[in-house]
């Protein structure tokens, strides 16, 4: 199994320049000590992202894969391996990279427009800039209206909207999304995977995103890599042929879809 | 219904002092302890005119005030450097945490030996009172603050100054308030009650001794409510200071 997504993987190393947003990550293995036991927790990932591509992280819970995204934001800094964003090794934080987490973690003494201004601070730019970039990406996310608005006063939704804005208005090369639409109702996580769709298509930043929710998988990602645990690490990687939009209830769609959960179930897993 | 239930805090009060003035129109021996109301009032017309009232009421605000500042801000920063470094931690936290044992009243006879009998000793005190409670508040209002929100600030570079401003301190917030509001307590108790303690002085706490060695219970009454209607009033300030700074949290 692990053969067969290497040849897939080799194909898109390609030589290519590096463009902005270009993900490498060689022989990544992350280990951690408990009570004086070594826990595997990813093991031997490689995985090449193009720029501007989406690719979707799927797998069982305890696969490693939100760790996976903490390495490349950067919050932890001690792995083996190497993860190259660029070809520049990733030991920190940076604002190259935007993370949404599952629980928005919006600032709570902050309003929308002030949440999303945050993610500037540290930035060298004029105010009249800032709050331009800041009115562009509340629109983007469809907020107007909403930018006095405290985030206890938003709906799941609106608040993930926010967090979206707030990790695409720096401009980052790559978006990380961890479960971004996992505590929302099917109906809202239906719209805003749509939404999230169409920001893509607005800003090509490469976006990572990780979930448990395989058709959201699917619907979104250029490629979807799914993940095996105990130790994580990758089980295949799929390609997904379809234009956007894409019809969910359609032949290849479901034929995909259904690839994906039968290897996640275990229907034939060769464990 | 909805105008009356606001008013419904006032019916205890007065089923008290209607209580009260019951009791006190039994005998004379009722009337010497409980005293009638409308002698209250006098009494109150009378101090209030003779300037006694106001200069007592002037002095114990100041007290309680001025301790007030001094406390609570040498409290904030005392708790925000043990929260900010854990070298301060060790070296303050035990010590504060001894000392935080030993009763206010306690210290009186080592107060008085070093800022004498006067004034500036129930300063002292009452600083002291607005201290405790700011500076644990303030620590661990700190110290708490989510990681959730610290990964953010990282997420964005915000560096160590810039994190302490828009993200630890605004989230140490209520907790600073819970001690901001505990502090005023605090402070306006010990200023009334230092003044029983050391040389007497213009203050509501002593205009009620002077009355009593008086045999004046309608004064000795007029300054119970005095103080209590004054530490209602400062909790309500604090209160609404509190919901203006903190408008950003759940509407009630």
């Known amino acids: 199994m692990s053969g067969g997504a290497m040849a897939r993987l080799d194909d898109d190393k390609r030589s290519e320049p590096s463009h902005p947003g270009a993900l490498a990550i060689k022989s990544l293995n992350k280990r951690y000590r408990m009570d004086g036991r070594i826990l595997q927790v990813l093991q031997d990932i490689d995985l090449n992202i193009l720029p501007g591509e989406f690719v979707s992280i799927v797998g069982r819970s305890g696969c490693g894969k939100s760790t996976l995204l903490r390495l490349i934001v950067g919050l932890e800094a001690d792995y083996d391996g190497d993860i190259l964003l660029d070809d520049q090794p990733i030991r920190s934080t940076s604002l190259d990279r935007g993370i949404v987490f599952q629980d928005h973690s919006l600032l709570p003494w902050m309003t929308v427009e002030q949440n999303i201004g945050f993610a500037l601070l540290t930035l060298d730019l004029p105010e009249s800039e800032k709050k331009r970039r800041v009115a562009e990406h509340i629109d983007l996310v469809n907020l ?3 930018a006095k608005a405290y985030p206890r006063e938003l709906s799941g939704g609106m608040a993930q909207r926010a967090a979206i804005a707030r990790a695409l208005v720096n401009e980052p090369k790559i978006l990380l999304l961890d479960e971004p639409l996992g505590a929302l109702d099917a109906l809202t996580r ?4 749509r939404e999230l769709q169409r920001i893509r298509t607005q800003n090509r930043s490469t976006m990572i995103m990780v979930t448990h929710d395989v058709e959201e998988a699917v619907y979104l990602g250029d490629r979807v890599v799914v993940m095996d645990a105990n130790p994580g690490r990758i089980g295949r990687v799929v390609t997904v042929p379809l234009p956007h939009p894409r019809d969910r209830g359609s032949r290849a769609f479901q034929h995909i879809r259904d690839e994906i959960l039968a290897d996640l179930t275990g229907a034939h897993d060769t464990d | 219904m909805l105008t009356l239930s606001r008013f419904r805090g006032f019916v205890l009060p007065i089923a008290l002092i209607m209580l009260w003035s019951a ?21 109150a017309r009378e101090m209030f005119l003779n300037g006694e009232l106001s200069r007592n009421w002037t002095a114990s605000l100041i007290r309680t005030s001025s301790g007030f500042a001094i406390g609570s801000g040498i409290g904030i920063a005392v708790g925000s450097i043990m929260a900010i470094s854990r070298f301060a931690d060790r070296l303050i936290n035990p010590l504060y ?5 030993v009763p206010l009243m306690g210290f009186i006879p080592l107060i008085s030996l070093w800022f004498g009998n006067g004034e500036s000793s129930k300063l002292f005190i009452v600083s002291l009172a607005a201290f405790y409670p700011m500076v644990l508040n303030t620590y ?5 603050t989510e990681k959730k929100y610290l990964s953010v600030a990282s997420v964005f570079k915000l560096g160590r100054w810039r994190t302490l401003r828009y993200v ?6 209520p907790s600073i308030f819970t001690g901001l509001m505990q502090a005023t307590a605090f402070a306006w108790l010990s200023s009334v009650g230092s003044e029983f303690f050391f040389n007497p002085g213009p203050g509501l706490g002593n205009m009620m001794l002077n009355a009593q060695a008086a045999f004046r219970m309608d004064a000795v009454l007029l300054s119970v409510i005095a103080i209590g209607v004054t530490g209602f009033g400062m909790n ?3 209160q609404r200071a509190s919901r203006v700074f903190l408008r950003w949290r759940s509407t009630r």
């Open chain 1, 190 to 193: 239906i719209h805003l995977q």
């Open chain 2, 23 to 43: 009791l006190s129109h039994r005998d004379a021996a009722h009337s010497f302890i409980f005293v009638p109301l409308e002698n209250v009032v006098a009494s």
């Open chain 2, 97 to 101: 945490q001894a000392v935080r044992q």
């Open chain 2, 236 to 238: 309500f300030l604090v």
């Open chain 1, 144 to 146: 107007s209206g909403f």
């Open chain 2, 140 to 144: 661990e209002g700190l110290i708490n």
């Open chain 2, 168 to 173: 630890t301190l605004p989230s140490a917030l």
